[in-house]
Every structure is written in structure tokens, then in C-alpha cells.
């Protein structure tokens, strides 16, 4: 049986959302591009 924990990290700009996100793919783990970032492009 998989185990599957999801979570969303929020914050304003500068929090260290992406910093985190990159850390935790670094480590193996799979994450999702930040919504935020194709709007303000």
C-alpha cells in the first residue's frame, strides 16, 4: 500500500517557496511547478 502525503506551501514573494521546492526535488522527491510563476510570466 502506497502512502501518498501531499502539501501546499504558500507565502508571498521571498518566502523561499522555490528554494524549498528545489531543495526537496534535489533530495528525490517529486514536486509541481508554482501556479504563481506562469501567471507573473
Request: hydrophobic share 35%.
Amino acid at each position: 500500500m502506497q502512502n501518498s502525503k501531499f502539501f501546499i506551501f504558500t507565502g508571498g514573494p521571498g518566502a523561499g517557496k522555490t528554494t524549498t521546492l528545489a531543495l526537496l526535488q534535489s533530495e528525490g522527491m517529486n514536486v509541481c511547478d508554482e501556479s504563481g510563476r506562469k501567471i507573473i510570466r
